[in-house]
């Protein structure tokens, strides 16, 4: 299985960005994906995820400006980002986990397999 992000870039406050993950060698549908970011100096962090076949779920610091969505036709996951702020700088990545439980949804350390991520970098 590989991953691969894209989308990151430069953009103002207020502005909107959509990443795109894709998937070779395994179909995202029945699996938990998810996307997290890591700041520098920070941990890696939630960002929002599905847990198998289920809806989005989001982290509190993005939910209701960034949504999760997936296309199994083209095995890709995509992050849509409005309203954007300079807190949401961060390198992007993509994450695949095959057998995870719901409560390890958010946790990074439950993921088998990782994109190489992309960078977002909001200005103030």
């Known amino acids: 299985v590989q991953l691969q992000a894209s989308g990151g870039g430069l953009v103002q406050a207020g502005g909107s960005l959509t990443l795109s993950c894709t998937r070779s060698?395994?179909?995202?549908?029945?699996?938990?994906v998810a996307w997290f970011r890591q700041a520098p100096g920070k941990e890696r962090e939630f960002v929002a995820g599905?847990?198998?076949?289920?809806?989005?779920t989001y982290s509190d610091s993005v939910k209701d400006r960034f949504t999760i969505s997936r296309d199994n036709a083209k095995n890709a996951m995509y992050l849509q980002m409005n309203s954007l702020k300079p807190e949401d700088t961060a390198v992007y990545y993509c994450?695949?986990?095959?057998?995870?439980?719901?409560?390890?949804?958010?946790?990074?350390?439950?993921?088998?397999?990782w994109g190489q991520g992309t960078q977002v970098t909001v200005s103030s």
């Open positions: 994450a695949l986990g095959l057998r995870l439980i719901l409560s390890s949804l958010r946790n990074p350390h439950s993921y088998d397999y």
């Open positions: 599905f847990f198998r076949t289920g809806g989005g």
């Open positions: 060698g395994r179909t995202f549908n029945t699996d938990s």
